[in-house]
């Protein structure tokens, strides 16, 4: 199974900039990485996602390894609406099943 | 605005009950899927629908059946078989499935407990 592997929790002040690390090592060529971030008792939210370059949209910046296997979310000022579990999914090209999520990583932004 | 709702937000069972649990989209979608999620863990595929009336089962299917009469609706049923239901449920669309480089759009959840 394509797994990704991020750690439990993260903290960071309000206002600083975010990194949240994600590694994927059995990544294949066509399986694409996708962020999604969700607060407590509401559904996922979508926030990025990348093949092999970088991304930016108005939300956050993706930083893919050149290898991919690893890739940064970057929050750029990190506010307290920031706060939630963060998902870093393969989408991966076959199989009936997809999408992989794992258990994510709880950001708390400390004002 | 575009979206998918699902209802209820909260839902109790009692034991041997049969209950269903609603969702809707709006964004012309074809394919949706339903996720059970349990506390500090991610999200298990429970059915996926790529088109009206077409299912198949996810990982975890035992226990649930579901409908695809619609394109707009795929609710679950999570049935007395299914001997601990007590999760957060998750509905979500994309417009085509297995698109690996389209975003998935999920709902705001229903939280089902057992009495």
């Known amino acids: 199974d394509a797994k990704t592997t991020q750690p439990n929790s993260m903290e960071s002040n309000e206002e600083e900039p975010v990194h949240l690390p994600c590694n994927h090592s059995?990544?294949?060529?066509?399986?694409?990485i996708h962020w999604y971030r969700q607060l407590p008792s509401q559904g996922p939210e979508y926030v990025i996602h990348?093949?092999?370059s970088n991304v930016n949209n108005r939300m956050a910046s993706l930083a893919i390894a050149e290898d991919r296997k690893s890739s940064t979310l970057i929050l750029h000022r990190a506010t307290l609406r920031d706060a939630a579990v963060y998902y870093c999914?393969?989408?991966?090209?076959?199989?009936?099943?997809?999408?992989?999520f794992g258990t994510g990583t709880r950001l708390t932004v400390i004002p | 605005d575009g979206g998918i709702t699902q209802s209820p937000k909260y839902l109790f069972r009692k034991e041997g009950q049969n209950v269903t649990l609603s969702c809707e989209q709006n964004?012309?979608?074809?394919?949706m899927y339903w996720y059970r999620q349990d506390p500090g863990q991610g999200l298990r595929l429970i059915y996926y629908?790529?088109?009206?009336?077409?299912?198949q089962k996810g990982d975890i299917a035992e226990g649930y059946s579901v409908s695809r009469e619609k394109k707009e609706s795929f609710p679950l049923t999570v049935t007395s078989a299914q001997k601990n239901p007590t999760a957060f449920y998750l509905c979500?669309?994309?417009?085509?499935?297995?698109?690996?480089?389209?975003?998935?759009?999920f709902g705001s959840g229903t939280q089902l407990s057992v009495l």
């Open positions: 979500a669309s994309t417009m085509v499935y297995l698109a690996t480089n389209e975003k998935l759009f």
């Open positions: 059995t990544i294949s060529g066509t399986d694409y």
């Open positions: 990348g093949l092999t």
């Open positions: 999914i393969l989408r991966v090209g076959t199989g009936a099943n997809n999408l992989f």
């Open positions: 964004l012309n979608h074809d394919a």
């Open positions: 629908s790529q088109i009206v009336n077409d299912f």
